[in-house]
């Protein structure tokens, strides 16, 4: 049963628009949130996190939002650059008896246009 | 600083061979996890430890076991490898909730 859910794939976007990357989960355990961003033969690497006490977190291009009445949270990258083409991954994590479990959906491969 | 760094990077096993993945670390974290990574199915994770000593399993444990005898170590291994355990395998250490990853090991069962 996945418990953290990356609907799209793949999306395609032009450089200097919004890319919205969206991510679902089920557990209502969950209380910290993360995005990691991935490069082909590469270690994923931390983007952004947001915590669920908060519904917004931005960092330079990045911005995380989270919506927990509907399990949802989103990461926009302003405007997207080439460098920016990856595949990234959400993450949940909570500290269920102080385990710091970290579950991953399966990913958004992202490819941003010249 | 090294980070974390996974040895082997690249193995090639017949079925029902055994091995073992190292992965060390050198930020003094507590937590520490090992993933797999196949295609459609993004990163599962397999095991993970909260500290020296302990281990606990994760949501796709069948088919391998770990330690974690020193704190900067976190051993994956696999008694008797299937070809359904080709994969992308990474580490990932943290103090608190941001993990940092290693370069992976490609290991193919054949």
């Known amino acids: 049963d996945q418990q953290v859910k990356q609907n799209s794939p793949s999306l395609s976007v032009q450089e200097g628009r919004i890319s919205i990357l969206n991510c679902d989960y089920t557990n209502s355990m969950f209380d910290y949130f993360l995005w990691y961003k991935k490069y082909p033969a590469e270690g994923p690497t931390f983007l952004i996190s947001i915590s669920s006490i908060k519904d917004k977190n931005e960092d330079g291009r990045f911005t995380v939002f989270l919506n927990k009445s509907a399990k949802h949270l989103s990461l926009h990258i302003v405007p997207s650059q080439p460098g920016d083409s990856a595949v990234y991954f959400c993450?949940?994590?909570?500290?269920?008896?102080?385990?710091?479990?970290?579950?991953f959906g399966t990913g958004t491969l992202l490819a941003v246009q010249p | 600083n090294a980070g974390v760094t996974q040895t082997p990077k690249f193995r090639v096993l017949k079925t029902g061979q055994s091995m073992t993945l190292l992965c060390a670390q050198d930020?003094?974290?507590?937590?520490m996890y090992w993933y797999r990574q196949d295609p459609g199915m993004g990163l599962r994770l397999i095991h993970y430890?909260?500290?020296?000593?302990?281990?606990a399993k994760g949501e796709v444990p069948d088919g391998y076991n770990v330690s974690r005898l020193k704190k900067q170590n976190f051993l994956l291994g696999l008694e008797s490898a299937a070809p359904s355990q080709t994969s992308v395998y990474f580490c990932?250490?943290?103090?608190?909730?941001?993990?940092?990853f290693g370069q992976g090991t490609r290991l193919t069962v054949v």
């Open positions: 930020m003094n974290h507590e937590y």
């Open positions: 990932a250490s943290a103090w608190d909730t941001e993990a940092f």
């Open positions: 430890s909260v500290g020296e000593g302990t281990t």
């Open positions: 993450a949940a994590s909570y500290y269920g008896g102080a385990t710091n479990k970290l579950i």
